[in-house]
Structure formats: structure tokens, C-alpha cells
């Protein structure tokens, strides 16, 4: 395939490494297969208007990944190991940078669905549930919520308890109504990029506190305190997205001590919560008076269910969140709703997250096995770790590299509080609907490049 011409738009950066990205795609997707020559260097510089030197960096670079083989007279070509095509659709899926649950092979998903929608549309009261519900949940639902809550440990009074449509309306919701602009709000130097997002919306200030392998550090908290006036605390307790730490009971305890001294509204966004198989207390049931407390389901069952459960400290914040949130999203779509709280009630759930997290523990033990040299952050029962990079290597690089491929990566900076000074990693998502063996594919791409890492570095140097 002489002819070949790669579209570069879409890649960012040196030209070299954009064509290096587009030659790993177009082998990945079948665009190029096993023996396909390759264009001379020359032909494709001045097909592209770039210099000759560029090529050649771009031809060596997919050489050392063993992709093409060949030089000189004979020319370039696909190695018949390269990697072997796939759907188009299936890398599609993967390129958005989303944390998604894996999909397990086998899994009983679509049938609890189907099931489901079944029951629902054969109850006599389907139509009236179809309409426009209350913006805090219909009862039944609020109640279903509370039981969910309180068999996870929580004080949870159905007055307290809220169903939102998602945890991102429900963060929307609480920053609004818990915060004012300018107040400060403590949290990691990387946090999860959608409430940063809201934060920023709202005019609340992110305020970075020391980490250490467990997340906030709760005697940096207090010291914070001391230099400046801090209104909440924002903390994803269990698998941290993105950095997959893990507070344990003393900490959950000694951070929520540190919260009462201190006034602090706590947001417990716990997206992760019902991960692992042991799973931990909340943060809400130490301090239930002064925590706002969001378990959702897109993260441990599907991104489809936009629906969370929210707890609040009071019965006079739960009137002014739920009218908050009638000016977002107005209501949980009521399918959704009715589906989490069926399964709520006849023990579907659990098994569904048993799925999910069998299919992540499979997918973490695969990781490890290829990247057994790589230093990362990961939670066992979790799809997401966080691998950080040498000094000066380029995140922005193996991102434009590894997501035409099929494996869902993000730079520091994007959930850096000061991107500026963001330290260069990644967060690799190994959810999704990427098969394990697209997976062990894609993490022997990472692990080819990690190897050779000091050819990505900011200079460009080869």
C-alpha cells in the first residue's frame, strides 16, 4: 500500500510523533495488514510537505515497537506480527478518556435490563412514572434510596435522602447550595476533572492539601485551616479517581475528626464505594451532621444509569438541594430510577457489581502481568490506576499515541488544581468495552513505550 496518506489533523504536536500515532492506528484498525509496503520516505515527506528527517523519526519510532520491518532498497512493511484489525466501532468506544466500568464477558447486564423494562411497563402505574417526578425522587424511590444508605451504615431518614440524576448533578446541586463563590474547598493536587469542573462554574476555589498513599493527608487538612478560611473538603474516599488511593477506617475517622474541629462541609463522592468486595464505612456515617454524601451507579454498574443517591445534613438543605437541582436536570430519568431501584430491592445489584469487579480483578492481574516493571497506583478490585512518568517525558505524547489503539488514557494535568505544575502521569482506564485481549495488546504497546521512554521526553529528541 504505497498510496497511504495519513489525515494528521487530529494529532497535536511534532509531526513525527503524529505520524508515528497515525501508522500505530491504521495497522490497529486494519487500515494497514501484514506485508503491506509501506510508502518510500521520501514520496510520503513531500506527500505531507514535511521534511525527510521527520519520516524517518516517525518510520524508526513504530520500528521499535516491531510493528514494520525492512529499510533501505527493499522499503518499508507491515510486520506480519503487528497487531491484528478490529471493528472500527470498538475503538471507538474507547477514545473519549471516560473512566467506564469493564464489560464482563458473559455478563447478566442486558438481561436484568430487558427484564426490567419488562416490569416496569407491565405495571399499572408505568405511564404516571413516566411523567414529570419530584426533583428530589418520587417516595417510593427516596425510600428504596434510604434503605440502600442505611444498609451501607448510614443514618439515612428518607427526608434526608435524595435521587439525582447522576452524581455530576448531584455535585452541581452541592456545590451550589453548600458553597457560595469564592469560598475555598480542600481537596488532592488531582482530582476527579468533574468537579473541578463545577467548582470553577460556581466560583470555588480548589485548594490542593497533601496526599499520601491513603489520599488527604488529615493533619494537612488542619494545617490549611490554620493559613486560610476553608469551607468543605471534597475526597473520593475509595479508588481516588484518578490517583486509586484508598482511605482506610482510622483515616475516614481521623478526617472526618478533623472536619467537626474545623466546620468543614464534607463532600463524600463515593462513585467507588461498592468496588470492593470488604467495602469500607463512609466518611457519612462518622460525621452524618455535616456530610454530603453521593453513591452512584454509572461507575460500578453502567454509565447508562444516571442516577445517584444523595444523603444531606439536614432536612433544611435537602429542600434548597433539591431545588437546585430542578434547575439542572430537573429529575432522575425515571427508567433509570425505577431499573437501580428494583435492583436494589431483589439483591440484583450486588451481583451486577460482582461482575464488574471480577472482570476489573482479571484486568488488574493482567495489567500487572505486563506491566510488572512500572510503578503505578492501582486498587485490586478497581479499572483505573495511575501510572507516573519519568521528568520530562511527554503525557500529551503516549496519550496522541495509545488512544488511536484503543486504550483510554489521560495526562496529569487534566486533573491537576494547578496544571501548570502538574507532575507528568497517566490515568490508564482498562474498562470499558475493549476485550482483554485488545487490552493485552494495547498494554504491551504502553509497556514498548514505557521502555523506551527517553525518546518521548518534551525535547523531541530521538
Known sequence: MQSWSPDLSSYPGP???????ALLRDIERGLLSSGDRLPPQRTLADTLSVDLTTVTKAYNEVRKLGLIEGSGSRGSFVRSAAVPPVPEAAVATIETGMNLPPEPVGGSLAGCIREGIAAFLASPAALAKLQ???????????????????????????????????????????????????????????????????????????????????????????AACRRRRIKAVYVVPTNDNPTASTMQAARRRALAEVASQEGLEIIEDDAYGLLPSVPLSPIACEAPERTWHISSFSKIVSPALRVAYVRVPSARKAWRLAADLHETAIMAPPLSAALVTRWTQDGQLPRLVAEIRDEAVARQQLAREILGGADYSCHPEGYHFWLPLPAGTSPSYLVDTLRPIGLSVVPSDVFAVEPKQAAPAL????????????????????????????????????
Do not use: C
Open 15 to 21: 509531526k513525527y510523533q503524529a505520524i508515528a500515532a
Open 132 to 222: 414529570y417526578q419530584p426533583s428530589g425522587g418520587a417516595l417510593a424511590e427516596r425510600a428504596a434510596a434510604a434503605a440502600f444508605l442505611q444498609a451501607r451504615g448510614i443514618d439515612a431518614p428518607e427526608d434526608l435522602v435524595l435521587v439525582t440524576s447522576g452524581s455530576q448533578n448531584a455535585l452541581h446541586g452541592i456545590v451550589s447550595t453548600a458553597l457560595e463563590p469564592g469560598d475555598a474547598v480542600a481537596t488532592g493536587a488531582y482530582v476527579y476533572p468533574g468537579f473541578l469542573s463545577v467548582a470553577r462554574r460556581y466560583g470555588v476555589e480548589p485548594v490542593a492539601i497533601e496526599t499520601d498513599d491513603e489520599g488527604l493527608v488529615p493533619g494537612a487538612l488542619k
Open 427 to 462: 490515568r490508564v482506564s482498562i474498562g470499558g468495552s475493549i476485550s482483554r485481549e485488545r487490552l493485552a495488546r494495547a498494554l504491551s504497546m504502553l509497556d514498548a513505550l514505557l521502555a523506551h521512554g527517553s525518546r518521548f521526553r518534551k525535547s523531541g529528541i530521538v
